[in-house]
Each structure stands twice: as C-alpha cells, then as structure tokens.
C-alpha cells in the first residue's frame, strides 16, 4: 500500500495563500508523476494540477491557472501545490495522487492521499 501524506491545509481568506505538501515513499515519487484534486460539497472531484516524473512538464485546471503552481523537491519526495489569490470557491478537500507513468494527464491516477481541508472564506 502506498501512502500519501497532505499537510499544509487551513483556513485563509480570499485573496491569501497557502502552500500544501504531500510526501511519497521514494520508490513511488522517483517514477511517478504526481498530482493534485480537489472535492468540493455535493461536487465530483477534479483535477486541479499534475507534474512529471522528471518536473518537466505541468498541466493546470483552467480554474487555477496562473494562480496555483505545482512542484515537486525529489530531495524530500515531496510535491507542494502553491495556491495564490485563493478564492471562496477553492473551498475543498484537496487529495494528492501518484500515476504510475511519466506522462502527465488530468486522470487515471493510481494511488491517493487522505485529503486535507482547504477553506477559503470571503
């Protein structure tokens, strides 16, 4: 079982920012590539931002580009999602994921963290 570990949620307000983080078991971070989603109430989740194996590639929902910023420290095993200019509606419990693949798409992810809790209040 591998385990994604999020942490770096909260409560902020709108217009703020907060940086969230999840950790991977090497093995699984060195070869993947990683992303992250979001669920909102009463939604179905969706992609919010994805990164290669090799961070040479991103790819955003087009409701957080130019605000959220993926990356990935291999030193750490470690993928952050900085979040700016958050708004009301990034409200979410926000998953990190693992894909068994070097090529980076919004779907078929293999393996998920627990969530954390973003809020954003106006």
């Known amino acids: 079982q591998v385990q994604l570990v999020e942490s770096g949620g909260g409560l902020v307000q709108a217009g703020g920012s907060l940086r969230l983080s999840c950790e991977a078991p090497?093995?699984?971070?060195?070869?993947?590539?990683m992303g992250w989603f979001r669920q909102a109430p009463g939604k179905e989740r969706e992609f919010v931002a994805g990164?290669?194996?090799?961070?040479?590639?991103?790819l955003y929902a087009d409701s957080v580009k130019g605000r959220f910023f993926i990356s990935r420290e291999p030193a750490k095993n470690t993928v952050y999602l900085q979040m700016n200019g958050l708004k009301p509606e990034d409200t979410a419990v926000y998953y990190c994921?693992?894909?068994?693949?070097?090529?980076?798409?919004?779907?078929?992810?293999?393996?998920w963290g627990q969530g954390i809790q973003v809020t954003v209040s106006s």
């Open positions: 090497e093995r699984t971070f060195s070869s993947s590539t």
């Open positions: 994921a693992a894909r068994r693949s070097i090529v980076v798409i919004k779907s078929s992810y293999d393996y």
């Open positions: 990164i290669s194996y090799s961070g040479g590639a991103t």
